[in-house]
């Protein structure tokens, strides 16, 4: 298993999106035409909530400069940033309110149900303050929306924080207790927190923070284990596993993932564009490797697959990590094709439920950038609110028409 998506001065971080959808779509050049399922999975989105961007933050932070790339700079239009690739609309800040709306109504206008969020722990250390911060935002949006809510626990950070002297290495096991207790009693509790079987949904990323038997502790401590899924392999603590792109072997590592998951009580397949990752460049470390977007047949492939496996979620690595080139958020060079996709197959899937169009992808754009202007005329911000509303509950209609009366400033 790979190492991915290194946190603030280098740090190693992780990411999963999660995504779901039962499709049959006609035949054309480039794209199967795949089964539909008995019963459409969840489609969730594995989002990262890391990234500072000025005005909303005093600083760029380190996920768009890794220490090499000045946003400051401009050229042709564009920020210097740490991607090979550019957000349509710019760099942002995770904290956001009017970048947490777009996100998150691109994703039901998409045909998502929700996000997974990659989640540091409440630990004052690094950034893991504003990943906190920034997920609890994110989190309260979706819930008002109806939207499922998920985490993806960051367990690296144990070893991290007990290498800063932040934490004893005898208090590990402890540490990873309290923070799945505090999970517990605050968003495993809330009613959109993502659940199979009545039980709450947690994921850990990688293989570098608890060993097994460490998990196994867990497990054995915590008052309520959650159903528990860890990366690539079931742990001997976990009820099954999630997949994740491996670069180096691109997309026969999802023959090993299928083959294990098959004797698992549950599995969480992935589905991914590409990758594309942007370390060597930043001199960060050397590249993991890359997987061809081959003109978005690698996402039809992943997820066709991923649809057709009859598990109950499907994961999307990733909505937005900019790092890696993993991202299905729309972005200057691919634009709104991922997210077509998506739509696309859940059209398909469940007709009669889905009816949104590629021409209703593009108005949370044009309500984010009248956001952007509200600051100087303050008495749209009910106009605004009215339009998001419309778009959260399915009106993409009357929202466009909304948009249309409101006279640019």
């Known amino acids: 298993m790979i190492r991915n998506r290194p946190l603030l001065a280098g740090c190693a971080v992780a990411a999963i999106a999660l995504a779901a959808i039962g499709l049959l779509i006609a035949a054309s050049p480039g794209h199967p035409a795949p089964t539909t399922p008995a019963k459409l999975p969840l489609i ?59 996100h998150l109504l691109l994703m039901k206008l998409a045909g998502i149900d929700g996000v997974i969020a990659d989640w540091y722990g409440r630990s004052n250390f690094l950034d893991y303050p504003i990943v906190h911060r920034s997920t ?88 309520e284990m959650p159903l528990y899924l860890s990366e690539h392999r079931r742990r001997a603590a976990a009820a099954g596993g999630f997949d994740w792109p491996v670069p180096r072997e691109g997309l026969s590592s999802l023959d090993r993932f299928y083959k294990l998951a098959s004797n698992w009580p549950v599995a969480m397949p992935v589905a991914f564009p590409r990758f594309h990752d942007i370390y060597q460049e930043a001199g960060v470390h050397v590249s993991w490797g890359s997987i061809s977007d081959d003109e978005g047949r690698t996402f039809t492939t992943t997820l066709d697959r991923a649809l057709k496996s009859g ?17 299905v958020e729309p972005s200057v060079e ?36 009248l956001r952007r202007k509200q600051a100087g005329r303050p008495q749209l911000k009910a106009q605004l609110d009215t339009v998001a509303d419309l778009l959260a509950t ?9 948009l249309d009366r409101i006279k640019p400033g």
């Open 311 to 327: 598990a109950p979620f499907v994961q999307i690595a990733t909505w937005n990590d900019w790092g890696e080139g993993t991202m």
């Open 44 to 102: 969730l989105a594995h989002y990262l909530p890391w990234f500072e961007a000025r005005p909303e933050s005093s600083h760029w932070g380190w996920h768009w400069t890794m220490n090499a790339f000045d946003p400051e700079k401009v050229t042709d239009g564009k920020r210097s940033i740490a991607s090979h690739y550019y957000p349509l609309i710019g760099p942002y800040d995770s904290g956001s309110p009017a970048v947490i709306e777009y």
């Open 334 to 369: 691919y634009g709104y094709r991922d997210l077509e996709t998506v739509q696309r197959l859940r059209g398909v899937a469940a007709p009669s439920a889905f009816s949104f169009t590629p021409k209703d992808l593009r108005l949370p754009y044009r309500l984010l950038l």
């Open 136 to 223: 609890a935002a994110l989190f309260r949006q979706a819930e008002k929306w109806g939207m499922r809510t998920g985490i993806c626990y960051e367990d690296q950070t144990i070893p991290r924080l007990a290498q800063a002297g932040q934490l004893r290495e005898r208090d590990r096991v402890e540490h990873a207790r309290e923070e799945i207790e505090w999970l517990r009693a605050n968003w495993f509790a809330r009613p959109a927190y993502l659940r199979l079987n009545g039980k709450p949904v947690l994921l850990s990323f990688g293989q570098d923070g608890l060993t097994d038997a460490e998990w196994d502790q867990v497990a054995q401590s915590v008052t």
């Open 394 to 402: 399915g009106a993409a209609s009357k929202a466009r028409e909304a």
